[in-house]
């Protein structure tokens, strides 16, 4: 357990690791929200009666966009490791199965699609909290706007991360990718019933 534990942490220490799940993390969590405020605007706009029932879809889409984002990355990065391990057989002239290179890239395939999973799971549960209060504190109406409003933010917050970690304004960033839920939230608005 330790020796698996301090591979973990000599794994997520790399930066080129932390670079590609960030990337995974934020692209999944940006897809995972806008996907949230599809069906938060669509739910109320089709006259859904129920938080509860919005919460379930919305849960149904988190379980299949995570789902997604887990399998996809732990296939890709399958493919590229297994790619990479074979050049290395091949210059090397030597087996690498099961030596600490091998066993480092699983960890990294494994820090990547969790990475990949997390991201649309925030980005589709958060939104949904305001129908969890649906009939108790909000209407069916300003459940759905709080709920694109955190989108919003979450949006915004998956913005100013980049923008810190890349030297931007993360300001600027923040809203450049939370003008992306309003779009989305208003694009649903207009589309014939």
Known sequence: MSSLRSRFARTIAREDVR???RRYFVSNGFDGTLTGIG???GAV???IPS???VVRIGLSAAVGLGTSAVWSVWEIERAETRAEILRLEAAMLVDLDDTRIQREQTTTRLVHAAASGLGPLIGILLPLT???F???TFTMATAGAVSVAIAVCVLGAFGAYMGSISDQRWYVAAARM???GIVVAAINLVLPA
């Open 45 to 47: 706009l089709s006259g």
């Open 19 to 21: 670079a590609i799940a």
């Open 39 to 41: 069906i938060v605007v």
């Open 134 to 136: 649906e009939g108790s």
């Open 178 to 180: 939370g003008l992306a």
């Open 130 to 132: 305001p129908f969890v």
């Open 51 to 53: 938080g509860t029932v």
